[in-house]
């Protein structure tokens, strides 16, 4: 009788150590996806940075007004950033991509709160955050930064990350002050025009009763002819 529950024992403990060791090769495995991924993603990222950088990814045929942003040409090296987000390695593709620009002065937190105080002590020119956090989502965050008395800096730009680019997504956070707003997996010529958007071109501020943050309106210039009059 004691043999025979010896026996079962270690059958046991063989079942358990057999299921545990499945469990930890299909973690590996998932995880070696996903870091594959993000690194398929991040050299694209990088060349088509380059052949933005060298002009080649803008096509042939006359330049639209998209074009012409990318193009313009900015020192990245003079302005700082804070990324506020949680996830490593999307912190570590944004951090990697804004140096490969040349930027130099770039601040991470993973907590909203700790952020805010970072803004109230050094100079912040860029915030960019990340939708999806722990402790608070981004559109809270961002409440906090452009409507609370507490605020350091309500006047920040803003650009905010998101896998959600639904409409109402969209809506939520331009409604409650994002400056601009980009969804991933992002392209390096969106994540460019974003920066440019903000640092060369800010839109004026809006304060009204329900509403404090960068004018909702954006201005296109559809036509690129000859002007005519009448």
Same mark, same amino acid.
């Given at each position: ?15 358990? *150590?057999?299921?545990? %060791? /499945? ?18 993603? @991040?050299?694209?990222? =990088?060349?088509?940075? &380059?052949? /933005?950088? !060298? ?9 639209? !007004? ?5 193009? &313009?040409?900015? $020192?990245? !090296? ?43 002590? &050094? ?8 939708? &999806? ?23 920040? #730009? ?9 409409? #109402? ?5 331009? *409604?409650? %002050?994002?400056?601009?707003? =980009?969804?991933? #997996? ?5 994540? @460019? ?5 903000? /640092?060369?071109? #800010?839109?004026?501020? /809006? ?7 960068? $004018? ?6 559809? @036509? *690129?002819? *000859?002007?005519?009059?009448?």
């Amino acid at each position: 009788m004691a043999g025979l529950f010896s026996f079962r024992n270690k059958t046991s403990s063989l079942d358990h *150590d057999f299921r545990s %060791g /499945i469990l930890r090769i299909v973690l590996t495995l998932c995880f070696c996806i996903f870091c594959w991924i993000f690194l398929t993603d @991040y050299t694209a990222l =990088l060349t088509e940075f &380059q052949s /933005i950088e !060298s002009g080649h990814a803008l096509g042939a045929g006359p330049a639209s !007004s998209g074009d012409r942003l990318i193009k &313009q040409k900015i $020192d990245f !090296s003079r302005v700082s950033f804070l990324i506020v987000d949680d996830n490593k390695l999307s912190i570590k593709m944004v951090g990697d991509t804004l140096r490969y620009l040349g930027a130099t002065n770039i601040e991470v937190t993973r907590n909203p709160d700790e952020a805010l105080s970072l803004i109230k002590k &050094q100079n912040t020119d860029v915030l960019i955050t990340e939708w &999806q956090m722990e402790s608070m989502t981004g559109v809270e965050f961002l409440d906090l930064l452009r409507n609370s008395s507490a605020s350091p800096n309500r006047f920040l #730009p803003v650009i905010m990350l998101t896998g959600h680019s639904e409409e #109402p997504f969209v809506a939520d956070a331009r *409604d409650n %002050g994002v400056t601009e707003f =980009l969804a991933k #997996p992002f392209t390096a010529k969106g994540f @460019y025009a974003r920066l440019v958007s903000v /640092i060369a071109r #800010p839109r004026c501020f /809006i304060n009204a009763p329900s509403y404090f943050g960068p $004018d909702r309106r954006r201005k296109t210039m559809p @036509y *690129d002819g *000859d002007e005519r009059r009448s």
